[in-house]
């Protein structure tokens, strides 16, 4: 079946302008997690879904990082006033509820801002 | 102090050989272990999950967990090209809270694997 989506594959921006990353689940899995990688940090966890509420958004690096989730289902992480440090890529991952499923992780999205 | 702390290599190793990768974590309260493998432009995917300390194997891949030095282990045998990726350990605390499925990884290998 299909795995997780996301989209764009990349994107590059000037700095200060918004963005939109897009994430689609596996169908019916509940849990959706978005992470972000980037050189010299690895792989950080962001922000936490179960359905359609987000018990856990401490990975969120400053108050212009945002997400939602809507229909329990598709996800979106908007980051406004992008700044360069906020270059990255920014994998969604999800799984079938429990915290100890198994997390599938989609291709990522590629941001460079300028 | 990272919470969980890897070594990014790179490791370069010829086709056959045993290939050792590893990770320590600080903090008791992981319980679940995974190692993800993750080729370029791409996410990463599960390759091994353990919960006690002691090995788990699966074809030529083999898990080591020693949670009394909180210590984990990756070990291919035989490995070959298609090996060659960037491999990724994780752990999650044990259940409850609002730490659920939240994983915490190390900063990732790259391991290539030359004929």
């Known amino acids: 079946g299909a795995g997780v989506s996301q989209s764009p594959s990349n994107k590059v921006t000037e700095k200060g302008k918004d963005v939109e990353l897009r994430c689609d689940p596996i169908?019916?899995?509940?849990?959706l997690y978005w992470y972000r990688q980037s050189l010299g940090q690895g792989l950080e966890f962001l922000i936490y879904f179960q359905g359609n509420s987000a018990p856990d958004k401490s990975g969120l690096p400053s108050d212009r990082f945002s997400a939602e989730r809507t229909g329990g289902s598709v996800s979106t992480l908007t980051i406004q006033r992008t700044q360069q440090e906020d270059s990255a890529v920014y994998l969604c991952?999800?799984?079938?509820?429990?915290?100890?499923?198994?997390?599938?992780f989609g291709p990522g999205t590629r941001l460079l801002v300028l | 102090q990272k919470e969980v702390e890897q070594d990014p290599g790179p490791l370069s190793v010829p086709e056959g050989a045993i290939v050792s990768l590893n990770c320590t974590y600080s903090?008791?309260?992981?319980?679940?272990f995974m190692w993800y493998r993750q080729y370029s432009r791409k996410g990463p995917e599960l390759l091994m999950y353990t919960y006690s300390s002691g090995n788990k194997e699966d074809g030529r891949f083999t898990a080591q967990v020693d949670k009394s030095s909180k210590y984990i282990s990756l070990f291919i045998r035989d490995s070959q090209p298609s090996d060659s990726a960037t491999y990724l350990c994780?752990?999650?605390?044990?259940?409850?809270?609002?730490?659920?499925?939240?994983?915490?990884f190390g900063q990732g290998t790259i391991l290539t694997v030359h004929p």
């Open positions: 903090n008791s309260a992981f319980q679940y």
């Open positions: 169908s019916g899995h509940t849990a």
């Open positions: 991952a999800s799984s079938q509820g429990h915290a100890r499923e198994t997390q599938y």
């Open positions: 994780a752990v999650l605390p044990n259940a409850g809270g609002t730490s659920y499925g939240k994983l915490t």
